[in-house]
């Protein structure tokens, strides 16, 4: 969802003179992604709505003092995941928050522990609807803040920058959590896949 | 091999799974790759788990009733049907705007994974490239 993409970039002056077109075709162009993360996010269809509601209305009213230093479309992404870490806060109070480091002392966390070599897996497993079903709930397993910047940067393929920007944070921030997110994935996947490799022919 | 060198790769493995690590670091980890099996078993998985996620799956749009009553909350009614599906107009989300293949290899003469704007030619190694950003299939970023 990169306005580099579009066809038309937004007038953010004819938004600001209260363009209702404009606004409905922003909302159109972006509200499939928004909500898709706030799903990810939350993991309930009810929460991801309301967060897909209170995005456009926090936008609608925020907009006067939006100052044009990322695209709508990453400001809107910004705006979203607070909504999204708000409701998550709500259900388990007192977690976290984006501005927490991600224990980012405990890297040995990250040492590789699954080596199986599952890179010669048939592309039928790898793309089976039960993979898809175990790939979904892997991710909703990371951590919120390593959630994010995978959901922002690997599903919804925005840029590092762009997810720096729409977080908040450095960009150095974003590589880091989105390996530390890879990695964990690896080894969950790893895990999965070693119970499913093809074995080798049985010799007599 | 067990050595502290392993260790000193993980911190470059993003930008290398990316295509973004620099030639000289880029040349150390693949010659590390070939002595390393289980480095190598690591790289390998590890860009193999970000493919699976980057092979896009029916993506879930919102369902309609959610996107009526999104509308409505903004008082935008009267744009709705105006606003039907936004394949044809713009900036549907880049994972459902381009046609991937089922595959997972990437192909030459498919649109550049990461700018979407180049589409993939062999460069003179023989590895996939976009002209535009200059993204390199699974290595180095010359």
């Given at each position: 969802?990169?306005?580099?993409?579009?066809?038309?970039?937004?007038?953010?002056?004819?938004?600001l003179?209260?363009?209702?077109?404009?606004?409905a075709?922003?909302?159109?162009a972006?509200s499939?992604?928004?909500?898709?993360?706030a799903?990810?996010?939350?993991?309930?269809?009810?929460?991801?709505?309301?967060?897909?509601?209170?995005?456009?209305?926090?936008?609608?009213?925020?907009?006067?003092?939006f100052?044009?230093?990322s695209?709508?479309?990453?400001?809107?992404?910004?705006?979203?995941?607070?909504?999204?870490?708000?409701?998550?806060?709500?259900?388990?109070?007192?977690?976290?928050?984006?501005?927490?480091?991600?224990?980012?002392?405990?890297?040995?966390?990250?040492?590789?522990?699954?080596?199986?070599?599952?890179?010669?897996?048939?592309?039928?497993?790898?793309?089976?609807?039960?993979?898809?079903?175990?790939?979904?709930?892997?991710?909703?397993?990371?951590?919120?803040?390593l959630?994010?910047?995978?959901?922002?940067?690997?599903?919804?393929?925005?840029?590092?920058?762009?997810?720096?920007?729409?977080?908040?944070?450095?960009?150095v921030?974003v590589?880091?959590?989105l390996?530390?997110?890879?990695?964990?994935?690896?080894?969950?996947?790893?895990?999965?896949?070693?119970?499913?490799?093809?074995?080798?022919?049985?010799?007599? | 091999?067990?050595?502290?060198?392993?260790?000193?790769?993980?911190?470059?493995?993003?930008?290398?799974?990316?295509?973004?690590?620099?030639?000289?670091?880029?040349?150390?980890?693949?010659?590390?790759?070939?002595?390393?099996?289980?480095?190598?078993i690591?790289?390998?998985?590890?860009?193999?788990?970000?493919?699976?996620?980057?092979?896009?799956?029916?993506?879930?749009?919102?369902?309609?009733?959610?996107?009526?009553?999104?509308?409505?909350?903004?008082n935008?009614?009267?744009?709705?049907?105006?606003?039907?599906?936004?394949?044809?107009?713009?900036?549907?989300?880049?994972?459902?705007?381009?046609?991937?293949?089922?595959?997972?290899?990437?192909?030459?003469?498919?649109?550049?994974?990461?700018?979407?704007?180049?589409?993939?030619?062999?460069?003179?190694?023989?590895?996939?490239?976009?002209?535009?950003?200059?993204?390199?299939?699974?290595?180095?970023?010359?």
């Amino acid at each position: 969802m990169t306005e580099t993409t579009a066809a038309q970039p937004f007038s953010l002056a004819a938004l600001l003179a209260g363009d209702r077109t404009e606004f409905a075709r922003l909302v159109d162009a972006t509200s499939g992604p928004i909500y898709r993360l706030a799903l990810r996010m939350v993991d309930n269809p009810q929460d991801a709505e309301d967060i897909l509601q209170e995005t456009y209305l926090k936008a609608l009213k925020a907009l006067p003092g939006f100052e044009g230093r990322s695209s709508l479309t990453t400001w809107l992404y910004r705006i979203a995941v607070n909504e999204s870490l708000m409701h998550l806060r709500r259900r388990r109070p007192g977690i976290f928050s984006l501005d927490t480091p991600e224990n980012e002392s405990d890297e040995e966390a990250d040492e590789p522990v699954q080596i199986v070599d599952w890179c010669c897996m048939p592309e039928a497993e790898l793309l089976s609807a039960e993979t898809q079903t175990f790939l979904d709930a892997a991710v909703a397993q990371l951590s919120p803040n390593l959630r994010v910047v995978f959901l922002m940067r690997d599903i919804e393929k925005l840029s590092i920058q762009e997810t720096a920007e729409a977080l908040g944070l450095s960009e150095v921030a974003v590589k880091a959590r989105l390996l530390r997110a890879r990695l964990q994935l690896r080894e969950v996947l790893s895990a999965y896949f070693a119970e499913r490799l093809p074995r080798p022919a049985e010799v007599d | 091999m067990e050595s502290h060198r392993c260790c000193d790769f993980l911190d470059s493995l993003g930008d290398y799974v990316d295509g973004e690590l620099s030639p000289a670091l880029c040349a150390e980890l693949e010659q590390h790759m070939t002595e390393c099996e289980r480095c190598r078993i690591v790289v390998d998985t590890l860009k193999l788990t970000v493919e699976i996620y980057h092979t896009p799956a029916e993506t879930p749009e919102a369902p309609p009733e959610v996107r009526q009553r999104l509308f409505a909350r903004l008082n935008l009614q009267d744009y709705l049907q105006s606003a039907e599906p936004a394949d044809s107009t713009q900036l549907a989300a880049p994972a459902a705007a381009a046609p991937v293949p089922p595959a997972l290899a990437r192909r030459e003469g498919e649109p550049c994974p990461r700018c979407r704007q180049g589409v993939l030619t062999y460069d003179g190694q023989l590895n996939l490239k976009c002209p535009v950003c200059g993204f390199t299939e699974g290595g180095c970023f010359t």
